[in-house]
């Protein structure tokens, strides 16, 4: 399986339920978030998955991306299943490059 195509294709995934910014904004400064997002890293062992599964190993830079992105799908927020550890580079790739200001706060710590 191409992981970061996947991972790509459900990034562009909307929902009729967009989540206003200031909401979301809210979430990521929440304690919930950082209780999660540990749990994610240690379940990822603090590795990019997407570079692992092109072989590489990468562990600066990580941060936590919502799969099916947290505007969207809100009720996701916490959803281990819905979360994944990968690296600056790959979450680039991950989100359409051309909207990458919208992401520069996404997800990261
Ligand atoms: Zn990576
Ligand atoms: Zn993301």
Request: charged share 40%; proline share 0%.
């Given at each position: 399986m191409d992981l970061l195509k996947d991972l790509q294709q459900k990034a562009q995934i909307k929902s009729n339920n967009r989540i206003d910014r200031d909401i979301t904004e809210l979430f990521y400064h929440s304690k919930e978030w950082r209780k999660v997002r540990k749990e994610v890293l240690a379940r990822d062992k603090r590795e990019c998955q997407v570079c692992k599964s092109l072989g590489k190993v990468t562990i600066d830079n990580l941060l936590v991306h919502h799969i099916y992105i947290l505007e969207y799908y809100?009720?996701?927020?916490?959803d281990i299943d819905n979360l994944v550890t990968v690296c600056h580079s790959c979450h680039e790739m991950i989100h359409d490059r051309y909207k990458v200001n919208k992401w520069k706060e996404d997800e990261y710590f």
């Open positions: 809100y009720n996701k927020r916490l």
